[in-house]
């Protein structure tokens, strides 16, 4: 399997849209930790972009990259190889690969400009999106024969994570405004990792005191040590599951 | 060697495989023969684990092949239309290959990347090469680690009257050395030589399989262009 990953990791890095993206995150870490005085301020500006972007690179590049290693991935079912170990050596490799790139990328500027509780956080928040979207993407691909297909599913997944829904938990809230909603919203936050990112993020920030009665329950359940360990057990569990369900696909796929 | 028991497999509505059961042999040199469409490269495809069969199974040296994927080590296969990853070397290919089988190879057999002149391009990239080209790269990978059983899907097609003849050796010499061989092609004067029994498979049932003679018995013709003509016609006009 280690042999896999490492052409997997070659053949990315010889194809450069990677090593563009770390510069892409590099000037924008950069130039936003520049432009405030704060570095908190900064942070917080940094926090909307990568919470975009993070997400929807790793998620396009995995999935075209999937699709375009269909003559490796048929090359190599042939041969004494388990295909549950191809599958996540494709995996790990573009892992590895965009971890990488965010460390390096945006991990580093952090660390520079802003080594606080909120930038570790940010950095652990970046790193558990990009797994959790390079998962998202594999599943995707393996499970639509049809390229064009696929990539229109993972940009779909993106949108809905990134936009609809919030739509909709908006929509719930404001139709339930009511009833005591804020046990509930913590339920509805772990459903959707870039969600449950952003409050991680904004609970070290102490910018929570400004979201009301469902900003003090969030900072009383996720602001311990047992909300970041539920909180790191979620974004797991959606790393897994998609992988887990890809890996049940792929070894029932005909190629 | 291979034994295949009830082999079942649909795409959608379509019956690839009907209930195929076959057995070959070590030493034998079996030809797939049928028309287009009769399920020859599904059932190749079966053997190699790359499709996985509705229902029935598949036996490589008395072990079911389902949840296995070391037998493959004594595989040697060539696609009927070489695809590989475009921004390789071929160079880099060979090596991955090699690097991948390490521990299966029994001693590496590079006569082909020299027969075919693939020695003196190996730094060109895969997106680069002609479809021959591609099948001269497919056709010495398959034959690269000594493997038992030799899997060739259609592989003259595509290949110039010199190449081709420089791979039909190369598949006699190893049916002399013993070695399992399963081809299948449409070009019959080219297996006439190669070929000891015969599999004909239409619209995915195994029509029947038979040793060259004694095909050649049954039908009364000499060549087995002939004989598979006079097959054809006689289960298109029973």
């Known amino acids: ?255 | 060697m291979i034994i295949a028991t009830n082999v079942n497999k649909s795409f959608g509505r379509l019956k690839a495989l009907d209930n195929v059961s076959l057995t070959c042999n070590k030493g034998q040199s079996i030809s797939l023969i049928g028309p287009n469409g009769s399920g020859k490269t599904t059932f190749i495809k079966c053997l190699l684990g790359m499709v996985v069969p509705d229902n029935g199974f598949i036996t490589f040296n008395n072990k079911n092949i389902a949840h296995d994927w070391a037998y493959r080590a004594h595989i040697g296969y060539m696609p009927q239309t070489g695809r590989f990853p475009d921004n390789m070397r071929i160079a880099q290919v060979f090596d991955m290959m090699k690097d991948i089988r390490k521990d299966s190879a029994t001693g590496l057999d590079e006569d082909l990347i020299t027969a075919f002149g693939l020695d003196k391009i190996l730094d060109k990239r895969m997106r680069t090469l002609s479809g021959g080209t591609r099948q001269k790269v497919g056709a010495s990978l398959a034959f690269l680690f000594n493997p038992n059983v030799l899997i060739l899907d259609e592989p003259t097609a595509g290949l110039d009257p010199v190449s081709s003849e420089i791979l039909k050796e190369k598949i006699i010499s190893q049916k002399q050395n013993g070695k399992l061989i399963l081809i299948t092609s449409h070009i019959l004067s080219d297996l006439e030589d190669i070929t000891t029994e015969i599999i004909y498979l239409q619209e995915g049932k195994l029509k029947f399989h038979k040793s060259l003679q004694q095909l050649k018995e049954d039908t009364g013709e000499e060549k087995l262009t002939r004989a598979i003509a006079h097959v054809m016609k006689l289960n298109l006009h029973p």
């Open chain 1, 1 to 255: 399997m280690k042999k896999i990953i490492k052409y997997v990791v070659l053949d990315i890095l010889r194809n450069r849209i990677v090593l563009a993206y770390t510069l892409f995150l590099l000037v924008i870490s950069l130039s936003v930790f520049n432009l405030e005085d704060n570095a908190a301020k900064g942070l917080l500006s940094l926090l909307n972009i990568i919470l975009i972007i993070v997400p929807l690179i790793s998620i396009i590049f995995s999935t075209i990259y999937v699709y375009n290693s269909t003559e490796f991935i048929e090359l190599l079912v042939s041969q004494p190889v388990k295909r549950t170990g191809l599958l996540l050596s494709i995996f790990t490799g573009l892992a590895v690969s965009l971890l990488l790139a965010f460390l390096v990328g945006a991990g580093l500027p952090i660390l520079i400009y802003s080594a606080s509780a909120a930038g570790f956080m940010m950095i652990a928040v970046g790193l558990a999106l990009t797994l959790v979207f390079v998962s998202l993407a594999v599943l995707a691909s393996v499970i639509t024969r049809d390229k064009a297909k696929g990539i229109g599913v993972s940009i779909l997944l993106w949108f809905y994570f990134s936009l609809i829904y919030d739509g909709i938990i908006l929509f719930i809230l404001f139709q339930f405004s009511d009833y005591p909603m804020e046990k509930v919203t913590i339920g509805f936050s772990s459903l959707n990792p870039i969600d449950l990112g952003r409050i991680m993020i904004l609970l070290k920030l102490d910018i929570a005191a400004m979201m009301g009665y469902t900003g003090a329950v969030f900072k009383d359940f996720f602001g311990g040590f047992w909300g970041i360990l539920y909180a790191l057990l979620v974004m797991l569990l959606w790393v897994l599951i998609p992988v887990w369900l890809t890996v049940r696909k792929f070894n029932r796929k005909d190629l």
